[in-house]
């Protein structure tokens, strides 16, 4: 997996007058997303150099108003993957967990994961299908992950995933 990028936060507005930003972090110590070194874009094109100040206020290096850091609002920001410390047993980076199978407990594929998703109220599953799915990333929802076999089980509730009827247009 060298090479490969993953997302590990993402500016948001301004913070004051003197270019600070606000700075939301999706690593497990929210402060340790300065301590890989520049981060990139979501295109690896940008570098940024991130110094964090307080909880969720940052310095982006060569930001020094309000109007450099309202155009970085937004701003997905990415490391290497070699630069994070590897998984712990029994633990994954949410990246991994795209592109493997969504299955049901009978084996039945439901699609692959096309991106995890986090909108505040906790993370989501997208699995690419037809339509497109959204699981609650919870033990209850996906009690098997398993990275090994590039699968996870899903036990969608019954309102995320409606089996058609038979005889109706959607029914394979």
Known sequence: MSGKRILVG???RP???RGLVKLRSFTADPAAIADYGPLTDEAGTRRYGVTLLSEGVARI???ADRDAAQKLTGTRLYVERSLLPPAEEEE???ADLLGLRAETEAGELLGLIRAVEDHGAGAFLVIEATPERL???TRAA???IDLQAGRVVVIPPDEIIVKP???SEDAA
């Open 142 to 144: 996906v009690p098997v």
């Open 165 to 167: 009827e038979p005889g």
């Open 92 to 94: 994954f980076y949410l």
């Open 10 to 12: 993402e500016i948001g």
């Open 135 to 137: 699981v609650p990333f």
């Open 15 to 17: 913070h004051g007058v």
């Open 61 to 63: 290096d060569g930001v």
